[in-house]
T-cell receptor, first 114, second 114 residues
């Protein structure tokens, strides 16, 4: 069973609308949680990174939240644009090794329609 | 502006051919990684390196090999490509975890073995 689960698997919204993507994880001990945006055929690009003590972080129209007690995170996208169409990947890092091992979700495929 | 470069972006080759996927980074990162990603699936770590002359296998069994002769260069080689090797290969690098340096990914190589 994957230690990082994302929902929904896919989402279609109209341009200008808001949306929220969910991430639940079981990784322990927790180090940090990252959200990445991956355009088709490209590598992931970092949007936000949060540690245990941070419960919200914004990057432009992207706002990520973290509840380390319930092990849940969300990514909220405001006033969506066509260029937001991409896969959004939740990645959790543990503190169990010097490598800072990463656990990847399968991503939410977001499509923004005009 | 990419600080980590992968070549080629796309590659179609015949079964049995030897191939090398190139990855170079200009950030001076000690740690480098190779991931394999199939459509709609999470990234799987296949190789990583702590530094020069250090290479380790990742979680996903892979018939590929890697080398790390220079800090900035981390090529991946398949001695005899098979159709099962068809996938997207992503290279990444990172700084020391305590600096909260996020992973930086390359744009990927889309490999098709026919």
């Amino acid at each position: 069973k994957n230690q990082v689960e994302q929902s929904p698997q896919s989402l279609i919204i109209l341009e200008g609308k808001n949306c929220t993507l969910q991430c639940n994880y079981t990784v322990s001990p927790f180090s940090n949680l990252r959200w990445y945006k991956q355009d088709t055929g490209r590598g992931p690009v970092s949007l936000t990174i949060m540690t245990f003590s941070e419960n919200t972080k914004s990057n432009g129209r992207y706002t990520a939240t973290l509840d380390a007690d319930t092990k849940q995170s969300s990514l909220h996208i405001t006033a969506s644009q066509l260029s937001d169409s991409a896969s959004y990947i939740c990645v959790v890092s543990d503190r169990g090794s010097t490598l800072g091992r990463l656990y990847f979700g399968r991503g939410t495929q977001l499509t923004v329609w005009p | 502006e990419a600080d980590i470069y992968q070549t080629p972006r796309y590659l179609v080759i015949g079964t049995g051919k030897k191939i090398t996927l190139e990855c170079s980074q200009t950030m001076g990162h000690d740690k480098m990684y190779w991931y394999q990603q199939d459509p709609g699936m999470e990234l799987h770590l296949i190789h990583y390196s702590y530094g020069v002359n250090s290479t380790e296998k990742g979680d996903l069994s892979s018939e590929s090999t890697v080398s790390r002769i220079r800090t900035e260069h981390f090529p991946l080689t398949l001695e005899s490509a098979r159709p099962s090797h068809t996938s997207q290969y992503l290279c990444a690098s990172s700084g020391h975890p305590r600096t909260r340096d996020g992973y930086t990914f390359g744009s990927g190589t889309r490999l098709t073995v026919v």
